[in-house]
């Protein structure tokens, strides 16, 4: 069997072995392979960047978000919040529940939290930034025009994309219907919930602020 590990170079370590365990027990097959899928667009397009594992971020912290940021599409979720915060919240636990220290901690947490944040996580720390433009680069292949010829078929031979969508949208609507408190107005959440059923009512925005001070001038 081949060891992918070794085959990409990713971090062999205790920790990012048992995250992806985790990952592969809690998540459907699709949504685990996008998850490794993520780290490898991801670092990858670091690269064409100029930024080096090891040397500008941190190789296993960048595996960890990856591998973790959609745990709470699973049973794990439903907590009340956003899919991504529960999500940065499942893999803080299991980070702390491994020893890892707060600021390693947050740093995945914050990758996490901000992986749907276009326009915003592109300009953080790098560990953040390509956790973000690895998962877009995955989902509808935003940037991959810049990865090396041949990559992104290893990557797909390796990690098949067994649903054409990665089963995401269905995931991340599912999510939303189980628990609306968390796909507030003009979350990812909200909005893949809205593409799934046309006919849902949405909140207007323009007439909740309109209302908001009755009376006031």
Do not use: K
Request: aromatic share 6%; hydrophobic share 45%; glycine share 10%.
């Amino acid at each position: 069997m081949t060891d992918h590990y070794r085959e990409f170079t990713i971090p062999d370590t205790e920790l990012t072995r048992q995250a992806h365990a985790l990952a592969e027990r809690l998540l459907a097959p699709a949504i685990a392979h996008h998850s490794v899928r993520s780290y490898l667009f991801g670092r990858e397009l670091g690269a064409t960047r100029g930024l080096r594992p090891g040397h500008d971020y941190d190789d296993e912290l960048l595996f960890l978000a990856c591998v973790l940021h959609d745990a709470s599409l699973s049973d794990a979720g439903g907590r009340g919040d956003r899919f991504e915060v529960e999500g940065a919240d499942l893999a803080a636990e299991f980070l702390r529940e491994h020893g890892v220290g707060e600021e390693r901690v947050q740093t995945v947490w914050e990758a996490i939290a901000l992986h749907t944040a276009v326009g915003i996580s592109h300009r953080l720390r790098p560990e953040i930034a390509l956790t973000h433009l690895g998962a877009g680069a995955d989902v509808v292949a935003r940037g991959t025009a810049a990865l090396p010829a041949g990559y992104a078929d290893r990557v797909h031979a390796a990690f098949p994309r067994i649903e054409p969508d990665g089963g995401l949208p269905a995931a991340i609507a599912d999510h939303a219907r189980r628990d609306p408190a968390g796909a507030p107005l003009f979350s990812f959440g909200h909005e893949m919930l809205r593409q799934a059923e046309p006919g849902r009512p949405v909140a207007d925005f323009a007439l909740a602020a309109r209302s908001a001070w009755p009376g006031v001038g």
